[in-house]
C-alpha cells in the first residue's frame, strides 16, 4: 500500500463565507426589534390609523428585518383588489405620474378617508419600492377585503389571508399592519361579545404570533369622527419608552402579547391631497 506524503494529501475545499448582511440605514433604531427580526416569525401591528409616527416605525422594523438579511413581506390593511397597482408601484421608478396611477385606486379616492390611505402609508409604499430596487427581498401584500362586510367576515376572511402568506413563505418574516380592533386575539368588542377579530383567527393557528398594541405619549391622528374625518387631538402616556417594543410575559385583556412605543403622533393626512394642484 503506497502512502501519501504530506505534501500530496488530499485537502478540504475552502469554506466560503457566509453573505454579509446588507448595508442598510434604517434611520431611528427601534429597541427590542432585533429579537423579533427573525425568518419564520409572524408580528402583528395595531394601530390608531392616521398618524406619520406608526407607518414610520413599522417600516424601520421592516427595514432592520432587511439588514440581518431575512426575507420580509409586509402586509397593510389595503383592500386585495389593489394588488395589482400595488405591485406596478413596487416595480415602478416611482415618478410622480407612477404615484398618481397608484392613488387613482379606489383604496386611495374614498370618501371617508380613516388614516388607511393616508401619506404615509404613502411614503411606506414608497419605502418598500426603493428597497426592493436596491435588491432587498421584500414584498407587500394588501389583505384587506373589498367592499363592505360583516365583522365576522371580514376579520376571518383578513387571517386567512396573512396565515397563506406564512404558509406560502414559511422562511420569511412576515410583519402585518392594522387597525388595533383587528389584531386582538380574544374574542368580542366594545360593542359586540360575538366578534372574532383577525387576531384570534391567527393566534389559533399560530400560537407563535406576536400581537403588538400602539403606545404613544399624544399628539394628533386622522381619524373619522361622526361629524367627519380630519385631524383629532389625542392624549397619551405621560411616562413610557419611546421607538421601542416591549413584551409581555402574560398576554393583557385584549390578546395583545406587547406593544411598541412611538413618541409622539402628528395626523397624517389623506395622500390624495399631495396631489390636488396648487391654488
Known amino acids: 500500500m503506497l502512502a501519501c506524503s504530506p505534501a500530496e494529501a488530499p485537502t478540504a475545499p475552502p469554506v466560503s463565507a457566509a453573505p454579509a448582511p446588507p448595508s442598510i440605514d434604517c434611520g431611528r433604531s427601534i429597541d427590542g426589534a432585533r429579537a423579533l427580526t427573525r425568518a419564520g416569525a409572524l408580528i402583528l401591528f395595531g394601530e390608531i390609523h392616521g398618524t406619520h409616527e406608526v407607518a414610520e416605525f413599522v417600516g424601520g422594523f421592516v427595514c432592520q428585518g432587511l439588514a440581518t438579511g431575512v426575507e420580509v413581506r409586509l402586509g397593510l390593511e389595503v383592500p386585495a383588489a389593489q394588488n395589482d397597482a400595488v405591485q406596478r408601484y413596487l416595480a415602478s421608478s416611482g415618478l410622480e405620474s407612477d404615484r398618481a396611477a397608484l392613488l387613482a385606486g ?74 388595533n380592533l383587528h389584531n386582538r386575539t380574544v374574542q368580542g368588542l366594545p360593542w359586540d361579545s360575538e366578534a372574532r377579530p383577525m387576531g384570534m383567527s391567527i393566534h389559533a393557528a399560530r400560537p407563535d404570533a406576536l400581537s403588538l398594541d400602539l403606545r404613544h405619549h399624544g399628539g394628533s391622528a386622522w381619524i373619522c369622527m361622526s361629524d367627519g374625518c380630519g385631524a383629532t387631538e389625542l392624549s397619551g402616556a405621560v411616562e413610557g419608552p419611546a421607538w421601542a ?35
Not at 248 to 259: I, K, L, M, T
Open 106 to 179: 379606489a383604496h386611495w379616492q374614498r370618501e371617508d378617508q380613516d388614516g388607511r390611505s393616508s401619506v404615509a402609508m404613502g411614503a411606506l409604499l414608497e419605502r418598500a419600492r426603493q428597497w426592493r430596487a436596491g435588491g432587498l427581498p421584500i414584498a407587500v401584500f394588501p389583505f384587506d377585503v373589498d367592499g363592505e362586510h360583516a365583522w365576522n367576515e371580514r376579520d376571518a376572511a383578513m387571517a386567512a389571508r396573512i396565515l397563506a402568506e406564512t404558509q406560502a413563505h414559511p422562511d420569511a418574516l412576515v410583519v402585518t399592519l392594522s387597525g
Open 245 to 279: 417594543i416591549e413584551r409581555w410575559s402574560v398576554a393583557d385583556e385584549f390578546g395583545y402579547g406587547g406593544a411598541f412605543w412611538v413618541d409622539s403622533i402628528t395626523a397624517a393626512a389623506p395622500a390624495v391631497m399631495d396631489l390636488a394642484p396648487a391654488p
